[in-house]
């Protein structure tokens, strides 16, 4: 494993925005992550586990500590009749996985078509869209704990909407740099045999929607969590804020819960809208907007 030192994140994550990482190593399979957690813990670094970059802002003041990139992408197929059992490494592409396994006849991941980031973050944050989620995918994941892989059935991750059990766990440690983050390793989904065409044409209106509903620019996607009944979205937009500009950052004017870097934002413009959207909805009906984007250092 190659360590590079005061390497820049931005080109990592899809906002490109975010400072160098102290050191940084991309690391395939468990023997190279322990291996890695190793080398943080005899120089006392805190860790933060990267997968695509596409639900987290990184401060431009980067993180003084380790990152790891998880980069393994293998998967196996283990099939029996019209069934099958997809076992992906953690650092695949969560669209590309469904789009692979869906030209093989195989269903069960196509609402992820088009969606951002690996099956790790997935995992994390229990991604979802167009009708499915990582909670109803997921028959069970491998995780490294503390230097060991451990068996995780789909109970253990508690998955409620955009969260997980690892996510909470991080969120309590009180910051994301807490030491040692458990990392997924390799996630089990289950599949049924279908039609190649009705597949690849439930794919197609997929990405046809996302493509039409997402706005155009370097983003993270949704920034706030949808309120219980609400759409964030709507409620940034009744407050006013759609289109509103704060250094090299806007409120996307096409969808008002992403927030865009129309190019060299930095991480405080971006921080400062997220303040003034959190403000002036709380100001407007008493609801307090949650992230669903993690911040990191
Ligand atoms: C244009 C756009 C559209 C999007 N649309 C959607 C959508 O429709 N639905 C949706 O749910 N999300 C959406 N997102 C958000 C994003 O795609 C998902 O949250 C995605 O699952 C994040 O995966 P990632 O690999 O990029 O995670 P990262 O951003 O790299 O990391 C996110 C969190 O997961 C943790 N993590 C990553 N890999 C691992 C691992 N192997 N082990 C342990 N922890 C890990 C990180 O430490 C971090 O805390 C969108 C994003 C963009 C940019």
């Not at 990482?21 to 670094?45: I, N, P």
């Not at 695949?92 to 078509?113: C, S, V, Y």
């Not at 009708?131 to 998955?159: K, M, Y």
Request: charged share 25%.
């Amino acid at each position: 494993m190659r360590c590079l030192e005061y390497e820049p994140l931005a080109p990592y994550t899809s906002w490109r925005i975010g400072g160098p990482a102290r050191y940084f190593v991309q690391a395939t399979g468990a023997a190279e992550l322990v291996q890695a957690l190793t080398w943080a813990d005899q120089r006392d670094l805190p860790v933060f586990v990267l997968g695509g970059g596409s639900n987290v802002l990184i401060r431009d003041t980067g993180f003084n500590g380790l990152v790891v990139r998880v980069r393994g992408h293998d998967m196996r197929l283990e099939t029996r009749g019209d069934e099958a059992r997809a076992i992906v490494e953690s650092g695949a592409p969560m669209a590309g996985t469904a789009r692979r396994l869906a030209r093989q006849g195989w269903a069960g991941l196509e609402w992820a078509e088009g969606l951002p980031g690996t099956i790790g973050g997935a995992l994390y944050g229990n991604a979802g869209c167009y009708g499915g989620d990582i909670a109803t995918s997921l028959e069970r994941a491998w995780v490294l704990v503390n230097g060991e892989t451990q068996e995780w059935s789909v109970e253990r991750f508690a998955f409620g909407y955009r969260t997980s059990a690892l996510k909470r766990m991080r969120a309590d440690a009180d910051s994301v740099s807490a030491r040692h983050p458990p990392i997924i390793l390799a996630a089990a989904f289950r599949l049924r045999r279908d039609d190649l065409t009705a597949l690849a044409q439930r794919m197609e209106r997929t990405s046809h929607e996302r493509r039409s509903k997402t706005p155009w620019g370097a983003s993270c996607g949704s920034v706030f969590k949808n309120p219980p009944g609400e759409s964030a979205g709507r409620l940034i937009e009744a407050a006013g804020l759609k289109g509103m500009r704060i250094g090299n950052a806007e409120i996307a004017a096409r969808h008002a819960n992403y927030i865009i870097n129309l190019g060299g934002a930095s991480s405080d413009d971006v921080l400062r809208l997220i303040d003034l959207a959190r403000e002036r909805v709380l100001a407007m009906t008493g609801i307090e907007l949650e992230l669903e984007i993690q911040i990191v250092g």
